[in-house]
């Protein structure tokens, strides 16, 4: 059973930065994509950023230049680095894993971690 879980969310005045960390039960390795996404109250969940696994990444426009997502191969783990934080940021984020399989693409998700930013 892979699990993905979540930690450093918090809160945080708006300006601040928080790091989240996404843990898995296997190696990143064996997922073909990983990412960040965040539901807010009310609203659809959003892609934030995903790192693929040639290495490279996709944000969203909202938080280009902001967030920065890494990975630690020797650790399992993934992050996203989040500074100059918005009233607009405060959500739940979600960690996703994808493995692209015979039968298609199966997602899996970590239990999410709030972050808010207010003053």
């Known amino acids: 059973q892979v699990q993905l879980v979540e930690s450093g969310g918090g809160l945080v005045q708006p300006g601040g930065s928080l790091r989240l960390s996404c843990a898995a039960s296997?190696?990143?390795?064996?997922?073909?994509?990983m990412g960040w996404y965040r539901q807010a109250p009310g609203k659809q969940r959003e892609m934030v950023a995903r790192?693929?696994?040639?290495?490279?990444?996709n944000y969203a426009d909202s938080v280009k230049g902001r967030f920065t997502i890494s990975e630690d191969s020797a650790k399992n783990s993934m992050y996203l680095q989040m500074n100059s934080l918005k009233p607009e940021d405060t959500a739940v984020y979600f960690c996703?894993?994808?493995?692209?399989?015979?039968?298609?693409?199966?997602?899996?998700w970590g239990q999410g971690t709030q972050v808010t930013v207010s003053s």
């Open positions: 996703n894993g994808r493995k692209t399989l015979v039968a298609g693409a199966y997602d899996y």
């Open positions: 296997e190696s990143i390795f064996r997922f073909n994509r």
């Open positions: 790192i693929n696994s040639d290495g490279s990444t």
